[in-house]
T-cell receptor, first 113, second 108 residues
Framework: DVKVTQSSRYLVKRTGEKVFLECVQD?????MFWYRQDPGLGLRLIYF???????EKGDIPEGYSVSREKKERFSLILESASTNQTSMYLCASSSLTVNTEAFFGQGTRLTVV | AQRVTQPEKLLSVFKGAPVELKCNYSYSGSPELFWYVQYSRQRLQLLLRHISRESIKGFTADLNKGETSFHLKKPFAQEEDSAMYYCALSGDTDKLIFGTGTRLQVFP
């Protein structure tokens, strides 16, 4: 059974804190993604990684950075959390095959207070 | 640039009625299009992809390159179809872009 696992289901952080969201996949996928999901705005791509140490900005990268030191792990970093980063964060992975399916984690609901 | 537009935030129908969830896209290359679904308290998962031309749970979607559309259809909605539906596009770089989603409510 394929798996994408996000380290936390719920997180509460204070404004200004540095926040790490971790995602691990066990499918040997090359591609990994971080999205935020907000009502009425759908899924918006924050960052995309197509290989170890390789990354590409998505549509809303401001305030975020990512790290991919190992193929199976993709971390999202909020350098200085702000209240407008309160959201559901979804991680996904996919292989390089054309028309491949993306597999999603269970999501991390982050609240910044 | 890749863009996916889902004009309806909410679609409400009665059981047995036909359903059409609209999706339009913008992409200069040859797109790969998908529909993903999220049932209550479940992970987002693939429903179908245009290349497969298959029917999943009674849903079909046809890619219309002339109208740049990929609408999702089902002739007879069921209560268990109630969920959030997202249209998605992947281009040459494997970057996967989603629309804003449509919530489908099927009433008994």
């Amino acid at each position: 059974d394929v798996k994408v696992t996000q380290s936390s289901r719920y997180l509460v952080k204070r404004t200004g804190e540095k926040v790490f969201l971790e995602c691990v996949q066990d499918m040997d996928h090359e591609n990994m993604f971080w999205y935020r999901q907000d009502p009425g705005l759908g899924l918006r791509l924050i960052y995309f990684s197509y290989d170890v140490k390789m990354k590409e900005k998505g549509d809303i990268p401001e305030g975020y950075s990512v790290s991919r030191e190992k193929k199976e792990r993709f971390s999202l970093i909020l350098e200085s959390a702000s209240t407008n980063q309160t959201s559901m964060y979804l991680c996904a992975s996919s292989s390089l095959t054309v028309n491949t399916e993306a597999f999603f984690g269970q999501g991390t609901r982050l609240t910044v207070v | 640039a890749q863009r996916v537009t889902q004009p309806e935030k909410l679609l409400s129908v009665f059981k047995g009625a036909p359903v059409e969830l609209k999706c339009n896209y913008s992409y200069s290359g040859s797109p790969e299009l998908f529909w993903y679904v999220q049932y209550s308290r479940q992970r987002l998962q693939l429903l179908l992809r245009h290349i497969s031309r298959e029917s999943i749970k009674g849903f079909t979607a046809d890619l219309n390159k002339g109208e740049t559309s990929f609408h999702l259809k089902k002739p007879f909605a069921q209560e268990e179809d109630s969920a959030m539906y997202y249209c998605a596009l992947s281009g040459d770089t494997d970057k996967l872009i989603f629309g804003t989603g449509t919530r489908l409510q099927v009433f008994p």
